[in-house]
């Protein structure tokens, strides 16, 4: 099987070697995508104002992360099928496999881009947007609803190249894209002064150079798996594996969501200040979910290669060195977000009050983030097992369902922020429990032959 050098063929080598060199570049992306979310987000607090920054950050990203977060989740799903099969050796069936998915997800994409089109003023009315922001939210949703496709296809992509090995790619092209995306902000709000339509035309921009950019990498590679138009078709047996796997992942994305609003309820009943700092301690740690996340996008590609290959021998090193890795990753972003906690907020706001709470949340959450690092590396095992499905559940109860439990009854009758603070860990050290009782067992061992076999 040839590969390219920036290919890690990872069914060979020290298992930590390789899955940290896989995972930097997946990480540097995420943050990279953090940055620009923040300089996006000061150019237009500062340049557009308070009533556009609403409308880009408010229902408007709501609605972008529930419905398009759903199936950008089951993009990542979905290359497990590509990351099995390649781990095989079966090229030709990756091409397929490949050529399917990115068929199927700019199907998919136009659906919701007519959706979008006809549904942005409706959902957000469904939201209760504010009337002063409507009109601007209704018209940014559009405008980005116009590059669903195109969004929905370049992730398909990126997973598709980290499923062969190649993180590096994907990484170069979001910097381009991120870079891009910034550049035209200036441009369309600064110098054209398009306001919010020019922001969300800069992103959809961004967005469709970031595509082609992946897509001539498939179509140019000079591997083996060097994608063609000829394979851009719909063929049963890959389309329902990737959905197999796929939608779960979709479904505990949008779990995620709906928990979330409904703790949202409980910060919002303690007060401004309470609902200030609670966004705030989301800014200053933001980076450790993106990180942690980009590990756990690591490790399933790692286990779908190797399942693939049949080196089950190396999944169970991937599962010791990857929690080891994660929880030397995750003490030192502890340290580090704690240490730089207070400068940092005091940069972000002059109001003293905010800081102060906002530490103590942080203080409930940080130091107890090693606790999640389980959770995250026995998940990303199982998905790239081919076992998607109980994943989801296990993390539907003990994190999503309890949540929810949790703010209906003991928030309800102990109303402080520490009571709410502690469903957080809580529910992270009960999953915990769960998929670990579950990983022991060991019949997710069995998930990857439903792929592999035809």
Same mark, same amino acid.
């Given at each position: 099987?040839?590969?390219?050098?920036?290919?890690?063929?990872?069914?060979?080598?020290?298992?930590? !070697?390789?899955?940290?060199?896989?995972?930097?570049?997946?990480?540097?992306?995420?943050?990279?995508?953090?940055?620009?979310?923040?300089?996006?987000?000061?150019?237009?607090?500062?340049?557009?104002?308070?009533?556009?920054?609403?409308?880009?950050?408010? $229902?408007?990203?709501?609605?972008?992360?529930?419905?398009?977060?759903?199936?950008?989740?089951?993009?990542?799903?979905?290359?497990?099928?590509?990351?099995?099969?390649?781990?095989?050796?079966?090229?030709?069936?990756?091409?397929?496999?490949?050529?399917?998915?990115?068929? %199927?997800?700019?199907?998919?994409?136009?659906?919701?881009?007519?959706?979008?089109?006809?549904?942005?003023?409706?959902?957000?009315?469904?939201?209760?947007?504010?009337?002063?922001?409507?009109?601007?939210?209704?018209?940014?949703?559009?405008?980005?609803?116009?590059?669903?496709?195109?969004?929905?296809?370049?992730?398909?992509?990126?997973?598709?190249?980290?499923? %062969?090995?190649?993180?590096?790619?994907?990484?170069?092209?979001?910097?381009?894209?991120?870079?891009?995306?910034?550049?035209?902000?200036?441009?369309?709000?600064?110098?054209?002064?398009?306001?919010?339509?020019?922001?969300?035309?800069?992103?959809?921009?961004?967005?469709?150079?970031?595509?082609?950019?992946?897509?001539?990498?498939?179509?140019?590679?000079?591997?083996?798996?060097?994608?063609?138009?000829?394979?851009? !078709?719909?063929?049963?047996?890959?389309?329902?594996?990737?959905?197999?796997?796929?939608?779960?992942?979709?479904?505990?994305?949008?779990?995620?969501?709906?928990?979330?609003?409904?703790?949202?309820?409980?910060?919002?009943?303690?007060?401004?200040?309470?609902?200030?700092?609670?966004?705030?301690?989301?800014?200053?740690?933001?980076?450790?979910?993106?990180?942690?996340?980009?590990?756990?996008?690591?490790?399933?590609?790692?286990?779908?290669?190797?399942?693939?290959?049949?080196?089950?021998?190396?999944? !169970?090193?991937?599962?010791?060195?990857?929690?080891?890795?994660?929880?030397?990753?995750?003490?030192?972003?502890?340290?580090?977000?704690?240490?730089?906690?207070?400068?940092?907020?005091?940069?972000?706001?002059?109001?003293?009050?905010?800081?102060?709470?906002?530490? $103590?949340?942080?203080?409930?959450?940080?130091?107890?983030?090693?606790?999640?690092?389980?959770?995250?590396?026995? $998940?990303?095992?199982?998905?790239?097992?081919?076992?998607? %499905?109980?994943?989801?559940?296990?993390?539907?109860?003990?994190?999503?369902?309890?949540?929810?439990?949790?703010?209906?009854?003991?928030?309800?009758?102990?109303?402080?922020?520490? %009571?709410?603070?502690?469903?957080?860990?809580?529910?992270?050290?009960?999953?915990?429990?769960?998929?670990?009782?579950?990983?022991? !067992?060991?019949?997710?061992?069995?998930? $990857?032959?439903?792929?592999?076999?035809?």
């Amino acid at each position: 099987m040839d590969k390219q050098s920036v290919n890690l063929d990872l069914t060979t080598g020290v298992v930590w !070697k390789r899955l940290l060199l896989f995972f930097l570049p997946i990480a540097a992306g995420t943050c990279i995508q953090q940055l620009y979310n923040a300089v996006d987000g000061l150019i237009v607090g500062r340049f557009v104002g308070t009533v556009a920054l609403a409308a880009v950050g408010g $229902s408007s990203a709501q609605i972008i992360n529930l419905l398009i977060g759903f199936f950008v989740a089951t993009t990542a799903g979905a290359s497990v099928v590509i990351a099995q099969i390649y781990g095989a050796g079966r090229t030709e069936d990756v091409r397929n496999a490949a050529g399917n998915a990115i068929t %199927v997800f700019a199907l998919v994409g136009l659906a919701l881009m007519i959706l979008g089109l006809a549904a942005s003023p409706a959902m957000l009315r469904l939201l209760r947007t504010p009337e002063d922001t409507l009109p601007y939210s209704a018209l940014y949703l559009r405008i980005y609803f116009l590059g669903v496709p195109f969004i929905l296809v370049l992730n398909m992509e990126s997973n598709m190249l980290r499923s %062969v090995g190649d993180a590096i790619s994907p990484f170069l092209f979001m910097v381009v894209g991120c870079v891009t995306n910034i550049i035209l902000d200036v441009v369309f709000v600064l110098l054209f002064h398009w306001g919010v339509a020019g922001v969300a035309i800069a992103t959809v921009v961004a967005q469709i150079i970031n595509m082609i950019l992946l897509t001539l990498r498939l179509m140019r590679a000079k591997a083996s798996w060097r994608l063609s138009f000829r394979e851009m !078709k719909l063929k049963g047996v890959y389309l329902a594996n990737m959905f197999r796997l796929g939608i779960p992942a979709g479904l505990q994305n949008a779990m995620y969501g709906v928990s979330n609003m409904i703790v949202q309820i409980g910060v919002n009943s303690l007060g401004t200040v309470v609902v200030a700092s609670w966004a705030m301690s989301s800014k200053t740690d933001g980076i450790f979910w993106a990180v942690s996340n980009a590990l756990g996008a690591a490790i399933t590609s790692f286990v779908g290669q190797n399942y693939g290959a049949g080196r089950k021998d190396r999944v !169970k090193q991937c599962v010791s060195q990857g929690m080891m890795l994660s929880w030397i990753i995750t003490l030192c972003m502890s340290g580090l977000i704690m240490l730089t906690a207070k400068p940092l907020l005091s940069i972000l706001t002059t109001d003293q009050a905010v800081i102060a709470t906002t530490y $103590s949340i942080m203080l409930y959450f940080v130091p107890f983030y090693f606790i999640w690092t389980v959770v995250e590396v026995l $998940s990303a095992v199982l998905r790239g097992s081919g076992d998607a %499905v109980h994943p989801v559940i296990l993390i539907g109860l003990g994190i999503c369902l309890f949540r929810i439990v949790w703010i209906l009854t003991v928030f309800r009758f102990v109303h402080t922020l520490g %009571v709410l603070c502690l469903a957080y860990v809580t529910s992270w050290l009960l999953t915990d429990i769960l998929i670990y009782i579950y990983y022991r !067992k060991g019949s997710w061992m069995d998930h $990857s032959r439903q792929i592999l076999d035809r």
